[in-house]
């Protein structure tokens, strides 16, 4: 079995009276693609908080990386990448300009800087695009970009919230198959996702409803075990019971 990169044991995260997280256990492995799914306000965006140094637990045991969210959570971002839905890179800068930045972000030397911005220009075609402006750039490619500049520094784990939102199928596709490239290398994707379709790739899949991890394993087994055709099935089966 390959390095355990997450680990969570009784996670509970409290917003007064509130419990947006309940108890969540499981594991995540060194090279694994991860789909953490649920409907809106089922506390995917609160686990994904605690899971990438952003905020405590209230309790529970929760390590990342090595590197325990309590006392360590600065280590944690140093040693994960991110990107979300709205992307995080500066659209009034330029490509260039951005994988600088983060590279320096990231705590990078600027020789390794040098190294990998020409290496990353070269990968995705970008060579004469380095001195556009983010803003140019199609949707698509700003995609494939920022996802790029979130494994610059070769994390261990790079956190995904819903990267794929508002793209057409052929470039989601495109990205998937970056993703696929990406976990070849060791490193860990955990990708949170409202395409149903793309939980099909993930090599193991957790569904949560209202603050707790409902289900847990890969999407064969869960098609299997709920009697569905597709990973959809399965989490309306769950979610609409």
């Not at 709205?86 to 990078?108: A, R």
């Not at 020409?118 to 970009?145: A, V």
Request: charged share 25%; hydrophobic share 40%.
């Amino acid at each position: 079995m390959n390095e355990k990169v997450i680990y969570v044991k009784n996670l509970v995260k409290k917003f007064g009276n509130f419990t947006a997280n309940d108890n969540l256990s499981f594991e995540v492995f060194e090279g694994e693609i991860f789909g953490f799914l649920g409907a809106n306000g089922a506390g995917k965006t609160t686990a994904l908080r605690i899971l990438s140094g952003l905020s405590k637990p209230t309790s529970g045991e929760v390590n990342v990386a090595g590197y325990d969210a309590y006392k360590q959570a600065e280590m944690i971002k140093r040693n994960i990448g991110y990107m979300c839905q709205k992307f995080s890179l500066y659209e009034d800068l330029t490509v260039k300009e951005n994988i600088i930045l983060y590279g320096g972000i990231y705590g990078m030397s600027k020789s390794l800087i040098r190294e990998r911005l020409t290496n990353l220009l070269e990968k995705l075609h970008f060579q004469k695009d380095e001195n556009r402006m983010i803003s140019d750039l199609p949707l698509g490619l700003r995609q494939k970009l920022a996802f790029s500049v979130a494994v610059l520094h070769e994390p261990k784990i790079v956190f995904l919230d819903e990267p794929t939102g508002g793209v057409d199928p052929i470039t989601r596709r495109q990205f998937w198959e970056t993703i696929y490239e990406t976990a070849s290398r060791g490193i860990t994707v955990f990708v949170t996702t409202h395409y149903m379709d793309e939980a099909e790739y993930c090599d193991r899949i957790s569904i949560m409803n209202e603050g707790k991890i409902v289900a847990l394993d890969t999407p064969e087994k869960l098609k299997k075990q709920y009697d569905a055709a597709s990973v959809e099935e399965v989490f309306i089966k769950i979610a609409r019971p």
